[in-house]
């Protein structure tokens, strides 16, 4: 008669139900590892960044960026705005002041959920010097049209502010104006002013 083993449920020769798996000690500090894991990924990737900006902030930019674009539509409004067919001066600003608008109202409406945006900060002086790049550009646009000024404006921005290589921002920033030209000065003969 042969004497059949049954350890305690668990142990090698346990009984245990099919396909159930114990949980023993290694298996749930497996688990509180894998926790312990995902949280040291959350630190690190909030390390080296910013304050967050406040709702108070948040609602200030989004109202900086609203009353940008209905200042930018007003002023694409006294450029002239033409017709789908003969678009002026004003046409692609009007476009571009509209998006600004949008864009900001849709700032405005998540200003209270929104934790992404940045409190104002050394490198924010980036923004500031990005702005001044573009209001120099609007200054002699009328004087020496677009094209000298736009390859200079997406180089800057490409190479010292975006910190792209050379050629990159070089060969980008000849591509741009040129495909700007051949869009608004050669396929849509838009007034703006140019040299070509």
């Known amino acids: 008669m042969s004497s059949i083993h049954h350890g305690t449920p668990g ?8 396909g159930a798996t114990p949980l023993g000690g290694d298996q749930a500090e497996e688990e509180l590892s894998l ?4 949280h040291r990924v959350e630190e690190a990737e909030h390390e080296g960044r910013p304050p967050v900006a406040g709702t108070l902030s ?11 674009g209905v200042a930018a539509l007003v002023g694409s409004g006294r450029l002239g705005l033409g017709t789908l ?3 002026e001066a004003g046409t692609w600003p009007l476009l571009v002041s509209g ?12 200003a209270r959920r929104t934790t992404d945006a940045e409190r104002f900060s050394p490198a924010s002086w980036l923004v500031v010097a990005g702005l001044a790049t573009m209001v120099v550009f ?27 290589g050379w050629r990159t921002s070089i060969v980008t920033s000849v591509g741009v ?3 700007f030209y051949l869009l608004f000065v050669a396929a849509l003969s838009v007034p703006i002013p140019h040299l070509f």
């Open 11 to 18: 142990s090698p020769g346990g009984d245990t139900a099919a």
């Open 138 to 164: 609007v200054a002699v646009i009328e004087v020496i049209g677009f094209e000298i000024p736009a390859a200079l404006l997406a180089f800057v921005w490409l190479r010292f502010l975006g910190r792209e």
């Open 85 to 87: 067919r003969s678009p």
């Open 99 to 110: 998006a600004l608008v949008l864009l900001g109202l849709g700032l405005l409406a998540t």
């Open 58 to 68: 948040n609602v200030l930019t989004a109202a900086a960026v609203v009353a940008l």
């Open 35 to 38: 926790e312990e894991a995902i």
């Open 177 to 179: 104006v040129v495909a």
